[in-house]
């Protein structure tokens, strides 16, 4: 697309040569063919670093862009950013992609569709009302069970087994809001990654990206019943028990349990090997690995048991 | 249906002249061609004032019906209520409706079943395994992704994006217990209304009304795994985070935010404009707008959060 | 599957006379024919009286196996209990299996998919993308709404109501972990048995038992996005409000009540008509029939009441 293009939806000037923006991405990863933003106050520092070939920005950070990247100066850049990122999704089907290569030894339902562009690996089994999008890959020996639906783009690895009715690659919860409180969809570009050995349970949500991706590292095991935010990663061997559920963009190390009903907010790291109780709410990063935690606020475990025995007293 | 054949379904007497009965209505809504009931003693004030033809009522409350409207007296109103539902259910799905109208522009997969009756507008995206039942209606450029199943009756707006194996309709959790502890199941003869720009996560339940509609009002906006009980009423662009959810009749203003895991038991009304943190537990109608609250018993977030701190002296 | 072939893959010496072991159990339950395990300490004790044909132990306990049962000397039983557990689960689907029957009156979308092996009643209603599996049982006059979800070998039975996409029969969430932190997968080999009058809201999960049944008995009622984990046995009219849930092996009286977002821990028991309030948290199980309770932890509900008059006078 076109930067004048993006400009002129922007209702916005252009005094620069025009060029080819490819996609969008964020501040930090963006490219010189790419287009980016800044919404929130904690990233205007990073705005002078952009290798971004343009940005969307208020007027009153139109000066900190470096001079290798176009500012388009806007009065809402987050609204802005939502109404661009319609014109950069790819579409939901596409019919000019190749057929769907199948692998060998793979036995697929004739009652699951999958779309063109897809590949599925070898010797799956893919059951009835399954749903593969365009240019999804699913890698070899992996199993998924009936009305699973991935979406396009996300890769699920080997030896993955995905239970009934679980979806991969659904939008993220990711919006604009005016001043009149309307809504705008910021469309989710991204896609899902499942590394090999990974099992879903059945009814489970894992979002796709804004940009990049949703990543489930080897060995994850996940319950039925899960919520998976975009853009989160989730490490090696990590289980999330059954109803638990993380907001987007944290980032959770290897062997964290999540017990049944637990919850992270979004933006936050997890230490590899921390365990959650059932029902923890976390709404801080925890830096030190090995933890057991309770309760919400979130407390270490010990501490919420003396707590506790501190409010039986409390009824005496 | 005649009103004595429902007298004899229950095993009533029936005095009067026979009229036909159309449908079932609550005692405020009921009509004359219409069957109502008293079961809940906060209720019986308004027996005196209902427009329905008939109404099922305990003996105790036999004389306070109004002369125009038939009392059918029963041992447990509520029970013969969840009786008689039964005949007003329509059919799940009617081979004698016309067949479904698609309008132009949309795009159906081969692997969808829309059930005769239904009616799709234009330029719609509905892709495979999805299920649109009798007479539902859809707007026009609203996206269905894989394994949505709308039941029969509801009505989608335009612009609207259903993720995948969401449900727009099931039965609302509705049933009458007797002195043995057995259920009836009463039947959810209404439907669910979306307005316009309505976008609804992965894996979400919408339940259809007893009676009337349940409505999701324009520019909504629902997270993944959230559950709405029937007859709820979502107001313009409200925000229901991830596994969020709201028991039946509650009535939310419009730019209403529940967090994530927030849950809200039935009949409230809650003002625009607020917010509820994550987890909140709310079971009181809140009449001011524009507040934001916490915790289970709910309370103003800022004295959830000198709470904390009470807490953490606690623990000293 | 020959004994010799279990001690070979488990590259365990195997010194008596070979046997055919037909399935696996647990060492309360497992016959001469079937092999049973010992990993956790508390039911070491039961070793002496098994009645099972071959046991995977570990070296220490190896002596309390009695004459009658080969014992097979493993490092870590749980994990070689997971190994073996692959070889006996049955084929996801099974092409040799007989025609699947359909009962007289059963009306069957052409969009369902009912797998080689499984029986539906008379009188049933099927709707599009419904999936039956392998030896399957439906009883007769049962409802399945779009999309659900009946894995292989469960047993639904007679005036049933299944909303759409729920899933009965997923995988119990059970696997072993090594020292490394990995986890192999314990294949669920049992089933899902829903006794008559039950009906499943929409988007719940019901895990298969990984021996016997999880079962739901006569007259149950489950509201939406409900977890039910494996081998749980919920009770004559128990009543699961939406977004409640149970961990595995927990036995459920009749008429009990979870409330909205209630959970439940693994292995309790609970006791005939206890209500548990809106999000209870329970940990214990509850031996008195009758109770009401709320909270998390788990208190009376009229200490409950209390509680939160205590915390009011925190606030002051």
């Known amino acids: 697309m076109k930067l ?12 620069v040569k025009d060029v080819e923006i490819k996609s969008m991405n964020t501040l930090k990863d963006a490219n010189s063919s790419e287009l980016t933003f800044v919404s929130n106050a904690k990233y205007v520092k990073d705005i002078k670093e952009t290798q971004a070939g343009a940005i969307v920005v208020s007027a009153s950070h139109a000066e900190l862009v470096p001079e290798s990247c176009t500012a388009l100066v806007v009065e809402n850049p987050y609204w802005s950013m939502a109404e661009i990122s319609k014109y950069f999704a790819p579409l939901i089907e596409d019919d000019s992609l190749a057929d769907a290569q199948i692998g060998e030894g793979s036995k697929i339902s004739p009652k699951a569709e999958i779309a063109k562009g897809a590949i599925i690996g070898k010797n799956c089994t893919i059951l009835a009302h399954v749903y593969v999008g365009a240019e999804a890959v699913i890698g ?8 699973v639906s991935v979406y396009r783009d996300c890769k699920i690895g080997n030896d993955c087994i995905i239970h009934a009715n679980s979806v991969i690659g659904s939008d993220g919860f990711g919006f604009a809001t005016n001043n009149l409180g309307q809504h705008k969809k910021i469309y989710q570009n991204g896609n899902v990654v499942l590394e090999d050995d990974v099992e879903i349970g059945s009814n489970v949500s894992i979002d796709r990206a804004v940009f990049g991706s949703t990543m489930i590292k080897t060995g994850v095991r996940i319950d039925n019943l899960v919520q998976i935010g975009h853009n989160c990663e989730i490490g090696e061997y990590s289980v999330f028990v059954a109803q638990s559920g993380s907001a987007g963009s944290t980032k959770f190390g290897r062997n964290v349990v999540m017990g049944g009903q637990a919850a992270t907010a979004g933006h936050l790291e997890i230490a590899s090997f921390t365990t959650m109780a059932a029902r923890s709410g976390v709404t801080k990063s925890i830096k030190e690995s090995g933890g057991t935690f309770a309760g919400f606020p979130l407390m270490p475990h010990r501490t919420w048991l003396k707590l506790q025995g501190r409010i039986a007293k409390l009824l005496k």
């Open 140 to 147: 070899d020996n992996t199993i998924l069970y009936p009305s």
């Open 4 to 15: 004048s293009e993006i400009a002129s939806i922007l209702k916005c000037e252009l005094s």
